[in-house]
């Protein structure tokens, strides 16, 4: 192990210490099961050396078990955020956007290249069964390289230039990772919100796989369970991010024990998790949580109402003020944490769109800048965020390594006489009713697509046609629903899709800067080119501007440093050059975002960054680390 990435992966292993050195104590709603049998003494269930939180070095509070945590999902399927906040992950990111081991006891990096996983000894699944390298094995061998459960391959985060990598059993404790060149997307893929799971409980999917049943009880299975295929029921059956199948066992701090399409989920406490505090009490502290489907317009208003002891998702700016109002009558105190995305509303010119005319003008870097600068960011502000938000174009977020405010800036100032001017300059001159007209003289009618999910982007987009008319451009905007959106932008017909900004607001050099480059086809500024590179040439269109170009040739540069240093070049100049090209028109950002707590529930912090990645929104934050004071 060397340099800054070493040391950042030894800080939890310095804290692991052997359970038996703690003064381990029971915990109480287990207590009764262990003193049936049904459940071995807390001792016998952790790791010979678990995770021991340093809570005092994090500014928190050592708590007491027990007790639930309430919150709302929109639908049923949205139970797989207790995956999310949970947040065990092989390695995971800490408080300060590190990479450290958390389920892992450590982590060897030679070289960017070769890795080497050394378990917990002694860790067990939710249900019992050790946690060991077999259950790696069986992901590698019978899942990862099965052509009938996976026929395009192992995941794309593990291929280095088209190449797998060697994988090596090197014990029950510790398994080998190794790539010709550097891989360094694989440890950041660990850590993600939705994670790369490299391992999955073989004792509890061998019964459903076709090279381990028996044939007869198998085929049974696959007739019960109404599928076409063993591999169908295996697939069903492998959900561990889904985390709506009570019978799989899990790794996360809580276990769910409600079958799936529930209303209401309930997710109790693993016994065998991997975490204690330095008092010798196994995490995490909260006994269960429960979640509780309500229609997506009245989260607000239940959180209101106190029935949500934990609650963000669902909320916006415009809650705020009735949630303020009811902190005093309803048991909660509201915070205002910072949205994590690199804008809170963007814009996304497609360079890639079918129509040969409208690909040429939103090519057009001038067009591009113009309409940047034909919006007043802040009069969105005032409108839709009271002034709270930043009235700046997207770019990494001040919390990034890689903030600029030059870069937040660029092409951010509301001057209309700029925008007219470079305008002009493209020869779009102004038609009847003063809008301007295209090369093959149809009218300049921007369209722009939405999913129609958010009032604030509904509201910014009316007022950013009243804007864009100044300059003679007509704004369009058509909602639709995000699947039929996504198809659209896919197949080259939108034009210019409004959508949240990169989830990735905070890079840091391990990010890989996938929404950034044009190595994504879910990116809207890019979709064919993205396609391009997912399908190694297959379809799409290969980059053929001078920008695109370079960003891909950024891409390799990124994938193949060796170090930080080398990953965090690339960056710098891959938000550059996003700054001065404006691919995407941010609108605002670091918007304020509401977050409710129990006036009972401590050690959530007042001020954080609310991220889908890194971090996996609470994730980062360790929900297993909340407890309701007496």
């Given at each position: 192990?060397?340099?800054?990435?070493?040391?950042?992966?030894?800080?939890?292993?310095?804290?692991?210490?052997?359970?038996?050195?703690?003064?381990?104590?029971?915990?109480?709603?287990?207590?009764?099961?262990?003193?049936?049998?049904?459940?071995?003494?807390?001792?016998?269930?952790?790791?010979?050396?678990?995770?021991?939180?340093?809570?005092?070095a994090?500014?928190?509070?050592?708590?007491?078990?027990?007790?639930?945590?309430?919150?709302?999902?929109?639908?049923?399927?949205?139970?797989?955020?207790?995956?999310?906040?949970?947040?065990?992950?092989?390695?995971?990111?800490?408080?300060?956007?590190r990479?450290?081991?958390?389920?892992?006891?450590?982590?060897?990096?030679?070289?960017?290249?070769?890795?080497?996983?050394?378990?917990?000894?002694?860790?067990?699944?939710?249900?019992?069964?050790?946690?060991?390298?077999?259950?790696?094995?069986?992901?590698?061998?019978?899942?990862?390289?099965?052509?009938?459960?996976?026929?395009?391959g192992?995941?794309?985060?593990l291929?280095?230039?088209?190449?797998?990598?060697?994988?090596?059993?090197?014990?029950?404790?510790?398994?080998?990772?190794?790539?010709?060149?550097?891989?360094?997307?694989?440890?950041?893929?660990?850590?993600?919100?939705?994670?790369?799971?490299?391992?999955?409980?073989?004792?509890?999917?061998?019964?459903?796989?076709?090279?381990?049943?028996?044939?007869?009880?198998?085929?049974?299975?696959?007739?019960?369970?109404?599928?076409?295929s063993?591999?169908?029921?295996?697939?069903?059956?492998?959900?561990?991010?889904d985390?709506?199948?009570?019978?799989?066992?899990?790794?996360?701090?809580?276990?769910?024990?409600?079958?799936?399409?529930?209303?209401?989920?309930?997710?109790?406490?693993?016994?065998?998790?991997?975490?204690?505090?330095?008092?010798?009490l196994?995490?995490?502290?909260?006994?269960?949580?429960?979640?509780?489907?309500?229609?997506?317009?009245?989260?607000?208003?239940?959180?209101?109402?106190?029935?949500?002891?934990?609650?963000?998702?669902?909320?916006?700016?415009g809650?705020?003020?009735?949630?303020?109002?009811?902190?005093?009558?309803?048991?909660?105190?509201?915070?205002?944490?910072?949205?994590?995305?690199?804008?809170?509303?963007?814009?996304?010119?497609?360079?890639?769109?079918?129509?040969p005319?409208?690909?040429?003008?939103?090519?057009?870097?001038?067009?591009?800048?113009?309409?940047?600068?034909?919006?007043?960011?802040?009069?969105?502000?005032?409108?839709?965020?009271?002034?709270?938000?930043?009235?700046?174009?997207?770019?990494?977020?001040?919390?990034?390594?890689?903030?600029?405010?030059?870069?937040?800036?660029?092409?951010?100032?509301?001057?209309?006489?700029?925008?007219?001017?470079?305008?002009?300059?493209?020869?779009?001159?102004?038609?009847?009713?003063?809008?301007?007209?295209?090369?093959?003289?149809?009218?300049?009618?921007?369209?722009?697509?939405?999913?129609?999910?958010?009032?604030?982007?509904?509201?910014a987009?009316?007022?950013?046609?009243?804007?864009?008319?100044?300059?003679?451009?007509?704004?369009?905007?058509r909602?639709?629903?995000?699947?039929?959106?996504r198809?659209r932008?896919?197949?080259?017909?939108?034009?210019?899709?409004?959508?949240?900004?990169?989830?990735?607001?905070?890079?840091?050099?391990?990010?890989?800067?996938?929404?950034?480059?044009?190595?994504?086809?879910?990116?809207?500024?890019?979709?064919?080119?993205?396609?391009?590179?997912?399908?190694?040439?297959?379809?799409?269109?290969?980059?053929?501007?001078?920008?695109?170009?370079?960003?891909?040739?950024?891409?390799?540069?990124?994938?193949?440093?060796?170090?930080?240093?080398?990953?965090?070049?690339?960056?710098?100049?891959?938000?550059?050059?996003?700054?001065?090209?404006?691919?995407?028109?941010?609108?605002?950002?670091?918007?304020?975002?509401?977050?409710?707590?129990s006036?009972?529930?401590?050690?959530?912090?007042?001020?954080?960054?609310?991220?889908?990645e890194?971090?996996?929104?609470?994730?980062?934050?360790?929900?297993?680390?909340?407890?309701?004071?007496?």
């Amino acid at each position: 192990m060397r340099g800054a990435r070493a040391l950042a992966l030894a800080l939890c292993a310095l804290l692991a210490a052997p359970a038996a050195a703690l003064e381990l104590r029971e915990t109480p709603a287990l207590a009764e099961a262990v003193a049936q049998g049904a459940l071995p003494p807390v001792a016998e269930r952790l790791p010979k050396s678990p995770l021991v939180v340093d809570l005092a070095a994090k500014g928190r509070e050592f708590g007491r078990q027990g007790g639930r945590i309430r919150t709302l999902i929109a639908r049923a399927r949205d139970v797989r955020m207790a995956s999310v906040y949970g947040y065990a992950r092989l390695v995971g990111y800490d408080a300060d956007y590190r990479l450290v081991p958390d389920i892992l006891e450590a982590v060897e990096v030679e070289g960017g290249r070769v890795f080497t996983l050394r378990l917990r000894p002694g860790h067990r699944w939710s249900d019992g069964a050790p946690f060991t390298t077999d259950d790696f094995r069986y992901w590698w061998e019978d899942v990862a390289n099965h052509p009938e459960l996976s026929p395009s391959g192992p995941p794309a985060q593990l291929l280095v230039d088209g190449k797998a990598p060697q994988v090596a059993i090197l014990s029950e404790t510790a398994i080998r990772f190794a790539w010709d060149a550097p891989n360094p997307r694989f440890l950041p893929a660990l850590a993600g919100a939705r994670p790369l799971y490299i391992y999955r409980p073989a004792h509890a999917l061998k019964r459903f796989h076709a090279d381990h049943a028996d044939p007869e009880a198998l085929a049974g299975l696959v007739a019960q369970a109404g599928v076409r295929s063993w591999a169908a029921l295996h697939n069903r059956r492998d959900n561990l991010y889904d985390f709506d199948n009570p019978e799989l066992p899990t790794l996360e701090p809580w276990m769910n024990v409600t079958p799936s399409n529930s209303q209401r989920y309930v997710l109790r406490r693993n016994p065998f998790y991997h975490r204690v505090d330095a008092r010798g009490l196994q995490l995490p502290y909260v006994d269960e949580i429960e979640m509780t489907v309500a229609a997506g317009g009245l989260i607000p208003a239940k959180t209101n109402r106190g029935e949500s002891d934990l609650q963000a998702r669902g909320l916006s700016l415009g809650d705020a003020p009735v949630l303020r109002r009811g902190e005093a009558s309803s048991g909660y105190r509201m915070h205002l944490w910072t949205s994590g995305y690199g804008a809170e509303i963007a814009l996304y010119p497609n360079l890639t769109v079918a129509d040969p005319v409208w690909r040429a003008v939103l090519r057009d870097v001038r067009f591009r800048r113009a309409l940047s600068l034909g919006i007043s960011r802040k009069t969105l502000n005032r409108s839709l965020f009271f002034g709270l938000a930043r009235p700046v174009n997207m770019a990494a977020l001040p919390e990034s390594p890689f903030f600029d405010p030059e870069h937040a800036q660029a092409w951010a100032a509301y001057d209309p006489g700029a925008a007219r001017a470079l305008l002009d300059e493209m020869g779009l001159a102004e038609g009847p009713g003063g809008f301007r007209v295209l090369p093959d003289g149809r009218r300049l009618d921007v369209v722009v697509e939405t999913a129609g999910e958010r009032r604030e982007e509904l509201d910014a987009l009316e007022l950013i046609a009243e804007m864009w008319a100044e300059i003679g451009v007509k704004l369009v905007f058509r909602p639709l629903d995000r699947d039929i959106l996504r198809n659209r932008v896919f197949a080259g017909q939108s034009m210019m899709p409004a959508w949240f900004g990169w989830n990735v607001g905070v890079p840091t050099a391990d990010a890989a800067p996938t929404e950034t480059t044009p190595v994504d086809q879910s990116v809207f500024s890019w979709p064919a080119w993205g396609q391009h590179f997912q399908t190694d040439g297959a379809s799409g269109e290969a980059p053929d501007t001078p920008e695109g170009a370079r960003l891909m040739e950024l891409w390799r540069m990124w994938s193949a440093a060796a170090d930080d240093e080398g990953r965090a070049a690339a960056w710098r100049e891959i938000l550059a050059i996003q700054a001065d090209q404006v691919f995407a028109i941010g609108l605002l950002s670091s918007a304020p975002q509401p977050v409710v707590v129990s006036k009972s529930l401590r050690n959530l912090p007042e001020e954080a960054v609310f991220a889908w990645e890194p971090g996996g929104h609470f994730g980062v934050h360790r929900i297993d680390e909340l407890f309701h004071a007496e």
